[in-house]
């Protein structure tokens, strides 16, 4: 049985780095949201990148942000339970 040489697994995962990387004069900036689950209405806090035009962010809908660091999101998130926008953990 042959195996495929262990530089071609390298040289893939090094274009899909590169693919990820933003591009000259596209600067890559974390920020911080409010993501809510639209089934059961849970929230957390989690880091969207900046990249090429929009935010990528985890699964979940955006319910606040962007914020600049983790205690606004969570600040955000108290809120949102007040107003049963989320659902209290």
Known sequence: MRHAP???TI?????ATLALQP???QAAEAK????RNHKTSDCWAAKG???GGKFAKGSGLIAGGPYSSEEAATARI???VLNATCRAK
């Open 6 to 8: 262990k530089t071609a």
């Open 11 to 15: 040289l893939l995962l090094g274009f």
């Open 23 to 25: 591009t000259t004069g």
């Open 32 to 35: 911080w949201f409010v993501l």
């Open 49 to 51: 990148i900046y990249f």
């Open 78 to 80: 108290a809120e949102l």
